[in-house]
């Protein structure tokens, strides 16, 4: 199986409402779009103090994401 190497700047592109965050939930990278609609700085920010998370109905944790991690969340 072969994999996709992206540089940083053609994933923005490609994904540019995206965030990536760490096992601490802390938001590491923010997409150009997100940061021009958010109203705040969202890097460095907890992801729970940053969203809501509407779906799925599920305590927000890393482990709990990651169950999901081919799903849209």
Not at 8 to 29: C, K, N, W
Not at 36 to 65: C, I, M, N, W, Y
Request: hydrophobic residues 40%.
């Amino acid at each position: 199986m072969s994999h996709f190497q992206f540089q940083s700047t053609e994933f923005e592109d490609a994904f540019p409402f995206h965030f990536v965050f760490d096992s601490s939930l802390v938001i590491q990278q923010v997409g150009k779009a997100l940061r021009k609609l958010a109203r705040e700085p969202l890097r460095g920010k907890r992801l729970d103090d940053a969203f809501q998370l509407v779906r799925p109905p599920t305590r927000l944790s890393f482990e709990q994401l990651s169950t999901h991690e081919n799903s849209t969340i």
